[in-house]
């Protein structure tokens, strides 16, 4: 099973960024449109139903990893919060257009971190890489592509991260997620008690 944690946007906020990406890159078609009339080495949009912004990639589970994860994973205590995105970048060696926020509240990270933590305590190697919070747009891009028209002003709540499998199919890869972990406000004993939390 390849996996990876992450955050998943509600419809509303797929489609409006759906939206923004067709605004913004009116030069990037979807898969199908890309393939059939430029060739299949320009970029195409990423489905909107696809859009997610990646915690902690795990690659391939063993079954006794997957299992350890989840342990750990239920163990985590983490407040909900919001990210706006309102900047659109581009990567080279990936090839991807993104859109992200300009600054990060450091719920983010910090939720990035455990994430990480519990995978490692599940027998899961970790690549060494900066944590840069974003959602992939479109694939295949390239440093010819002109700057984006507009920009994108959309705030995204999230109270709960996932677990996600990718999965390869004849349409192309989906993400359907597997498990789920609510983000709990941090409460004081005394309404942790009161609400019946322990």
């Known amino acids: 099973m390849r996996c990876f944690i992450g955050l998943d946007l509600g419809p509303s906020t797929k489609l409006a960024l759906c939206e923004w990406q067709q605004r913004a890159f009116p030069q990037v078609k979807n898969r199908k449109v890309s393939n059939d009339s430029l060739g299949s080495s320009f970029p195409y949009a990423i489905p909107a139903a696809n859009y997610h912004l990646?915690?902690?990639?795990?690659?391939?589970?063993?079954?006794?990893?997957?299992?350890?994860?989840?342990?750990?994973?239920?163990?985590?205590?983490?407040?909900?919060?919001?990210?706006?995105?309102?900047?659109?970048g581009f990567w080279q060696r990936p090839k991807i257009l993104f859109a992200a926020p300009t600054e990060t509240p450091s719920l983010l990270p910090e939720l990035a971190k455990k994430i990480r933590k519990a995978a490692r305590g599940a027998g899961i190697a970790m690549e060494k890489q900066e944590f840069k919070p974003h959602v992939t747009v479109a694939r295949k891009a390239t440093s010819e592509l002109l700057p984006p028209l507009t920009l994108p002003e959309i705030t995204v709540p999230f109270d709960a991260f996932h677990l996600?499998?990718?999965?390869?199919?004849?349409?192309?890869?989906?993400?359907?997620?597997?498990?789920?972990?609510?983000?709990?406000?941090?409460?004081?004993?005394?309404?942790?008690?009161?609400q019946g939390i322990y």
């Open 54 to 88: 990646t915690l902690c990639f795990l690659g391939q589970l063993s079954p006794r990893q997957h299992e350890s994860l989840i342990a750990n994973l239920d163990a985590i205590s983490h407040p909900p919060f919001s990210v706006t995105l309102n900047h659109a």
């Open 164 to 194: 996600f499998e990718s999965v390869s199919t004849s349409s192309g890869v989906c993400y359907p997620i597997r498990q789920s972990w609510e983000l709990q406000p941090d409460l004081s004993i005394r309404e942790r008690l009161r």
